[in-house]
């Protein structure tokens, strides 16, 4: 016996969702639960993998497999494959082991071929059911496992329901949909050159095959790539029996979840449609009735609904987000998981668990997606101009947040104009799974058609992207790039404001504002985070109001403030201009004794905003050809100021040039060139840390200087000693008994290799995983994004190494430089300054490899807060 790739509904469990991906495991679950689902198997994760390894192709053995347990499924239902008296009809559907919505593939009514559909008309005496399931089968199994594409097929409806006069699908009648079947399968063949398949057998092969190559679809690796989902994982697939939502107005179908997704809400929150398929619902092509009219349409029905809704959320004890279908007053479960929620309704939804005793804190820590919390960061409209302002409509709120933009129609022209730094809005009439870059691009979305639970909404909320979905007062205009609202036509490139918090939608520009991040749940969520993180949180701050912004959030500290961000300011740059072109050291040293004020200043006032929270400086790091002008008429003024010649000028501006300046003349070896910089920068420090000091007398500071770029012990010791000669002499001089603490950033491969070393004269360590990631890998972090393309699609690389830190390769130098420094220094402090700082996978592996603190980005705080927390609750230190 072999290894088992397929498993019955019974068979299975919800701890089995990495074997059964998550939609598998939860059928299984709910069938346990004895729960109402249409019994099916499930064919594994392992499949789909062995699928890509045996070059894209099912092998003998898992079909062999397949074939035995389409007919235990036959046994289980009664019904059979292509049986002229009780045909059975199946949905064939993905479930990856994390929740991906509309990014893979769904066959519905598989197993109709024209002999088929006959038994059915007949035996149901609904022939207008019969042809619906029909069409729509040869429709998506053209679309989905064919390739054909959908517009060809879109482009027959309509062109039939011009021809009956009439404007909904459900207005066809029996014959029409019929002679659409038969318009459908011609097409089919003039597109593939061969008949549409007849066999049910076959069929499920063709459709298995889809599933298992969506997994490899542009949109999917798009999604996986931001969610942090390996590519390795491959998806399952569901085959199940068919429950019909389509048979009259008896049936229908419908999504739920028990709280509101938007708001956290506990209410029964959800759509439905009568007489359609899930597709329907999901599509957004006809706009459905809220879940509550289900009590007027059929009373039993949803009372037997509620029951299950209330069994599920205690089982699982979260918000689930639930498929269903009513075939003929029947009432059949098709899926559920744990809801996609907006961060502010994440939030609630943990409180809410937590006084309702279904979880602990740590639980409620655990439930929130950390990179979540950057919506709730994200601009509302400002209240005094929204006053002023009337909405030209109003549509459904489906993801929170303000945006306002230029308006776009098509996904390609959102990436192309955000490129080009233009704010836009993306209008459209529905979005599909191919948009999601241009929905990435934009400020918001808007759409014509779709719910709460179309793919635009469930998108955009995954994405913290504001969303309006379902604005049917919109006549559109898509071929031409217009639309017609509230009587004005809007063209590309025309400003629009829409609200996803109230689904608004308002006509020119109306300012935002950034967000208040003291609402209760946020702060009670935060408070829980702090109780349970080891590590440290600071931010990279190079002004006061990137410090106050930081504050705000929560930060305990500057954990990197780039010095040399303060000289770009007009009124400083000539200084330091005339420093580059001084050919003495007095001259140099007249020039920085200018600036040497100004950094003072700047220290003071992030001293005074952290009050007394540590603030780490960094010395100047990037090459000086970055300060010098490039202007004619800059050139010009510069040599006049110093009383110099053009010509002499324009040499030294050539002479700075470097053919690769990160690796060039830049960090500490400018302090080692020019020790004077190194000197000036310590005494705007140290007097501004003994200014602070003096009129804060019960604050503790201890200022922190990092050498950049080390990457040779000597190096450090000759910056250091300028450094604490300086220091020290300013200290004697003060009469003050403040110390300071010195230390480097490791960013050189050579500095982690030789970090034992190092750590004789460093007191800290800050990781720079930018440059370290740069000179580990080879390429330069300005230039990647010009190859990382060819890489993903060639699935060499499944992200960018520059926004997720490489565990394996980085990562080990990192680990590594962490124990060479405890060794010769037990009380080291290690820290991280990159962009990695803010990213939650990264600082997962800083918690794990013991950093004192991570450092990141003001509006990251929160974010690397609640990763720390989650890291310590998952793997929590001695």
């Given amino acids: 016996m072999g290894k088992k790739y397929v498993y019955l509904f019974t068979e299975g469990n919800a701890n089995m969702r990495e074997l059964l991906g998550g939609k598998g495991a939860n059928l299984a679950e709910m069938t346990n639960l004895g729960l109402p689902v249409p019994q099916g198997f499930t064919i594994s994760t392992e499949a789909c993998t062995q699928y890509y390894e045996d070059g894209r192709r099912i092998n003998d053995e898992i079909q062999a497999e397949i074939m035995e347990y389409i007919e235990k499924m036959e046994g289980i239902t ?26 893979m593939d769904t066959i519905l009514n598989l197993g109709l071929n024209e002999d088929v559909v006959e038994v059915m008309a007949k035996k149901s005496g609904n022939p207008r059911w019969a042809y619906d399931c029909y069409r729509r089968f040869i429709q998506m199994y053209s679309d989905v496992v064919m390739e054909v594409g959908k517009k060809y097929f879109e482009q027959l409806i309509d062109k039939m329901k011009e021809e009956k006069g009439v404007t909904q699908d459900v207005e066809l009648t029996a014959e029409d949909l019929k002679e659409l079947a038969n318009q459908f399968k011609a097409e089919y063949k003039e597109k593939i050159g061969e008949d549409f398949p007849y066999d049910p057998k076959e069929q499920l092969m063709g459709a298995i095959k889809a599933v298992f190559r969506s997994w490899d679809n542009p949109r999917a690796n ?3 790539r931001d969610n942090d989902i390996p590519y390795s994982w491959g998806t399952a697939v569901n085959v199940q029996m068919m429950a019909f939502g389509n048979m009259g107005e008896t049936s229908g179908t419908g999504v739920a979840f028990t709280r509101n997704p938007s708001t956290g809400e506990k209410v029964l929150t959800g759509e439905f449609l009568m007489n359609a398929q899930g597709e329907d619902v999901v599509a957004g092509v006809r706009t459905p009735q809220h879940i509550d009219q289900l009590k007027e349409v059929m009373p039993e029905v949803y009372d037997q609904f509620v029951e299950i809704c209330n069994t599920l959320e205690n089982h699982y004890r979260d918000m689930q987000d639930m498929e269903f279908t009513i075939e003929d007053k029947h009432l059949y479960m098709l899926q559920t998981r744990n809801g996609k929620r907006t961060p502010a309704a994440a939030l609630k939804i943990a409180c809410d668990l937590i006084d309702e005793g279904m979880i602990d804190e740590k639980q409620a820590v655990l439930m929130i997606e950390p990179r979540n919390l950057d919506a709730l960061l994200h601009p509302q409209f400002d209240a005094k101009a929204l006053k002023a302002a009337t909405p ?47 929905m990435k691009a934009a400020q918001g979305i808007l759409t014509v058609r779709g719910g709460m639970t179309s793919h635009a909404a469930v998108v955009a909320r995954g994405m913290g992207t504001c969303c309006v979905s379902g604005c049917s007062a919109i006549n559109m205009d898509e071929e031409n790039k217009k639309f017609v609202l509230a009587g004005k036509t809007y063209h590309e490139g025309d400003f629009i404001s829409i609200d996803g918090s109230t689904g608004n939608i308002y006509d020119g520009i109306i300012p935002t504002v950034p967000a208040s991040v003291d609402s209760g749940d946020f702060g ?22 990137n410090a106050i912004d930081a504050k705000r959030l929560g930060a305990e500290g500057i954990g990197l403030c780039r010095t040399e961000h303060m000289f770009f300011d007009p009124d400083r740059i000539a200084a330091i201009r005339e420093m580059i072109c001084a050919d003495t050291v007095e001259g140099r040293k007249a020039a920085l004794a200018k600036l040497e004020p100004m950094q003072q200043g700047d220290f003071e006032k992030l001293y005074e905003t952290m009050e007394g ?24 003024l510069l040599a006049n100021s110093t009383g110099k010649t053009v010509e002499d000028v324009k040499a030294i501006i050539a002479s700075l040039h470097e053919f690769n300046p990160m690796m060039g003349h830049r960090g500490c070896r400018l302090a080692v060139t020019y020790p004077e910089i190194a000197e000036m920068q310590t005494t705007a420090v140290i007097k501004a840390a003994l200014a602070v000091s003096a009129k804060h007398p019960d604050w503790n500071i201890v200022p922190e200087i990092m050498i950049p770029l080390v990457g040779e012990v000597k190096e450090l010791a000759y910056v250091k000693k300028v450094v604490t000669e300086t220091a020290d002499r300013l200290i004697a001089e003060a009469g003050s008994s403040m110390t300071y603490k010195v230390g480097t950033m490791i960013e050189i491969p050579r500095a982690a290799l030789t970090a034992d070393e190092i750590a004789k004269e460093a007191e800290y360590f800050s990781f720079g995983t930018n440059d370290l990631t740069q000179m580990t890998f080879g390429f330069s972090r300005d230039d990647a994004g010009k190859f990382l393309g060819a890489y993903y699609d060639k699935k060499i690389y499944e992200n960018d190494p520059f926004a997720k830190l490489d565990q394996i390769g980085v990562g080990k130098l990192v680990k590594m430089a962490c124990e060479l420094g405890k060794s010769t220094r037990p009380d080291i402090k290690l820290g991280i300054c990159g962009e990695h700082g803010g990213d939650p996978t990264s600082v997962e592996f800083c918690h794990n490899v013991g950093l004192t603190y991570v450092s990141c980005s003001p509006f990251r705080v929160p974010i690397a807060r609640l990763a720390a927390a989650q890291a310590a609750i998952k793997n929590p230190r001695k």
């Fill in 222 to 224: 798009v999604y996986r």
């Fill in 78 to 103: 009664g019904k059979k494959f292509g049986d002229m008296e009780n045909p059975l009809l199946v949905s064939v559907r993905s479930g990856a082991r994390a929740s991906m919505p509309g990014m």
């Fill in 524 to 545: 009670r969520i935060m408070g829980l985070a702090d109780k349970f993180r080891q590590m440290k949180v600071r931010t990279n701050a190079d002004t006061p109001q």
């Fill in 392 to 438: 030209v409509a109003k549509a459904l709120a489906a993801s929170p947040g303000a945006a306002c933009g230029k308006v776009v129609f098509t996904a390609e022209d959102a990436k192309a104009w955000n490129e080009k730094g233009e704010k836009v809005v993306l209008v459209r009439l529905e979005t599909s799974p191919e948009d999601i870059e241009g």
């Fill in 613 to 636: 929270e540590p603030v780490n400086i960094r010395f100047l790091d990037p090459p000086l050809h970055e300060f010098v002008p490039t202007e004619e008429a800059d050139i010009e």
